[in-house]
C-alpha cells in the first residue's frame, strides 16, 4: 500500500460498542450495519486496491435521521465518511478503522418537479440516471451523464462535481446545481440557494459543489433539467495518428462549434471496446473521435458539414455518420462501457487529469512516453472536447510491483496536466489518489487557505478527514 492513511483514534475504536448502541437510537435496526462481514461490502470503493473497515455503517432514510446522526458523532468525536454509490474512482468513500459510513443509498425519492421551471428536487440518493428517468416522458432530462451514470448517486456528483460524456455543451454538475439541503457536523440543517437560477450573497453553493463530502452531508439537491434537442446524431473519425486526432479537436473547439459530445479513444481503447460492445469501430487507426451533434435535422446536417469540413486537413482514415438510433446506440455503448470493458483484460488505473484543448497532440504523446517508460500499457479514451483526460494505465496486480509502477505513471500523467496549464482532476475529485500530489499544483499559501476554509465548516476535520489535503502540514483548526 503506497498511500497512507491516519492512524485511527484508538481511543473512539475502543468505544465502538457503545457508538453502535447510540447509533441504534437513532435509526432502525435494519439501517445500522455492524458485523464484519456485512461492513466488508463497504470498505472501498471504485478505488479497489485500498480498504479500510469502517467501524459501522448507518443508512437513513431521512434529513431528520442525518441530523440526529451528525450531531450524534460531533458529540462523540467520531468521524464520518459520507458515501453515495460507492463508485468513486479515486477513493473519495474509502472509510477509515475510527470512522462510521453515512450512506444515502435509501434517500433515492423524486420530491418535486416544475417543468415550467425546468427544476427538480430529489433525494441525494438517487441515481444519475434515475433523475433523467424521471422527467422523460415530459421530453425533458438531466444533462450530467458520467460514465457511472447507471449506478453513480447524485450526491456524490455533488461531491466530484462529476460531468460526463455530454458535459462539453451543458456543463458539469455545478451548471446543473440550483440549491441542496445541507447538514452540518453539529447537526443544522441549512438550505443552500433553491429553485431560483442565482442565490443571493456568497456563493456558497459553489463552495459545497466538488467539496468531497468535507463540508456537510447533502441530502437533498434542487437540480436543472432540459427539454431533449429534437435530435442528435454520433458520427466517427478514425486518424492514422493520434496527434491528428488531437490536433482535429482543438481545430473543431477553435472554429466556435460546440458539440454536444467529442469524446477520444486511441488504438487500445478501440480494441478493448470493440470486441465487448461490436460498435463497428475502425480497427486499422490509430486514435478515434466520437463528435455528437443535435438539433433539427437541417442544424445537424449543417453541423456535420462543417465539422467534415474542418478534419479533411487530417486526413481521416474512416468517416462513419451514424444512419439510425441502432448505431448511435452502439456507438454510445462501446463508449460508456470502456471502462468495464477494459477490466475483462487487464487490471487499470483510471486517471483524471486536465487540460487546455491545445495541448492535446503533445500530451497524447508524452503519456504514452511516460507510460512505456514503466512497462507497461495505457487505454486513453476521455472526454476530449473540454481536454479532460481519461488514460488507462494498464497492469497486472498478480505480477509484484506493478501496481505500483502504475501508480506512478498516473502521478507522472498528473503532474504532466498541471506543467502545461491543467488541474489534477476534472470530475473523480481529488480522495486519496491526488491527496499527495495537491502541493505540486497548490503552494502552501494556497493550501492552508483552501484548509481554513474547511475548518469553519468542519474545525474538528471529523468529514472525510483523510481526503484531499495531504496529510503532512495541514492547517491545525
Known amino acids: 500500500m503506497t498511500i497512507a492513511f491516519p492512524k485511527p483514534d484508538q481511543a473512539v475504536v475502543a468505544r465502538r460498542r457503545d457508538i453502535i448502541e447510540g447509533l441504534g437510537r437513532l435509526v432502525a435496526s435494519e439501517a445500522l450495519i455492524v458485523s464484519e462481514d456485512e461492513r466488508r461490502a463497504f470498505e472501498t470503493d471504485g478505488l479497489t486496491a485500498y480498504r479500510q473497515m469502517p467501524l459501522a455503517v448507518v443508512l437513513p432514510s431521512t434529513t431528520q435521521e442525518v441530523s440526529a446522526i451528525m450531531r450524534f458523532c460531533n458529540d462523540q468525536g467520531v468521524k464520518v465518511v459520507p458515501r453515495g454509490a460507492g463508485t468513486s474512482l479515486c477513493g473519495g468513500a474509502i472509510p477509515q478503522a475510527d470512522a462510521i459510513v453515512l450512506g444515502v443509498a435509501k434517500m433515492n425519492q423524486v420530491l418535486d418537479v416544475s417543468f415550467e421551471g425546468r427544476t427538480a428536487r430529489v433525494q441525494a440518493g438517487i441515481t444519475n440516471l434515475g433523475i433523467s428517468q424521471a422527467v422523460a416522458h415530459e421530453n425533458f432530462f438531466y444533462a450530467p451523464d458520467p460514465s457511472s451514470q447507471l449506478a453513480c448517486t447524485i450526491a456524490g456528483n455533488i461531491a466530484m462535481n462529476s460531468g460526463g460524456a455530454h458535459c462539453l455543451k451543458y456543463g458539469v454538475t455545478t451548471n446543473n446545481l440550483l440549491g441542496v439541503t445541507l447538514v452540518m457536523l453539529d447537526g443544522t ?12 450573497g456568497y456563493d456558497i453553493l459553489g463552495l459545497v459543489c466538488g467539496s468531497e463530502g468535507q463540508l456537510g452531508v447533502v441530502t437533498e439537491a434542487v437540480v436543472r433539467i432540459l427539454r431533449a ?9 478514425g486518424f492514422e495518428k493520434a496527434e491528428d486526432a488531437g490536433a482535429c479537436v482543438a481545430a473543431i473547439i477553435g472554429a466556435g462549434i460546440i458539440p454536444v459530445a467529442l ?10 471496446c470493440e470486441a465487448f460492445a461490436h460498435a463497428g469501430y475502425p480497427l486499422d487507426v490509430e486514435a478515434m473521435l466520437i463528435v455528437e451533434v443535435e438539433g433539427s435535422d437541417q442544424e445537424i446536417d449543417d453541423m456535420l458539414r462543417r465539422i467534415v469540413a474542418i478534419s479533411e486537413p487530417f486526413k481521416p482514415k474512416t468517416m462513419k455518420v451514424s444512419q439510425s438510433e441502432a448505431e448511435s446506440a452502439a456507438i454510445w455503448k462501446g463508449r460508456k462501457s470502456a471502462f468495464g470493458a477494459t477490466g475483462r483484460v487487464a487490471d487499470y488505473i483510471c486517471m483524471d487529469g486536465t487540460i487546455p484543448t491545445g495541448q492535446l497532440p503533445y500530451v497524447l504523446n508524452r503519456i504514452d512516453e511516460i507510460v512505456k517508460s514503466y512497462g507497461l500499457g495505457v487505454a486513453n479514451v ?5 481536454g479532460n483526460l481519461h488514460p488507462l494505465v494498464m497492469f497486472n496486480t498478480n505480477v509484484p510491483g506493478e501496481m505500483e509502477k502504475a501508480e506512478k505513471a498516473g502521478e507522472d ?19 486519496i489518489e491526488k491527496r499527495d500530489l495537491m502541493t505540486y499544483q497548490f503552494n502552501p499559501v494556497d493550501l492552508e487557505q483552501q484548509m481554513r476554509v474547511r475548518g469553519v465548516f468542519d474545525p474538528g476535520w471529523l468529514l472525510n478527514p483523510a481526503k484531499v489535503f495531504p496529510l503532512e502540514g495541514r492547517f491545525a483548526a
Open 189 to 200: 440543517v441549512v438550505e443552500i440557494g433553491g429553485e431560483h437560477l442565482d442565490a443571493a
Open 229 to 237: 434537442a429534437e435530435g442528435a446524431r454520433p458520427a466517427l473519425f
Open 263 to 272: 469524446e477520444y479513444m486511441d488504438k487500445p481503447a478501440i480494441q478493448i
Open 382 to 386: 476521455f472526454h476530449a472536447g473540454d
Open 413 to 431: 500523467i498528473l503532474k504532466l496536466c498541471v506543467e502545461v496549464g491543467g488541474c489534477l482532476t476534472g470530475e473523480h475529485g481529488v480522495g
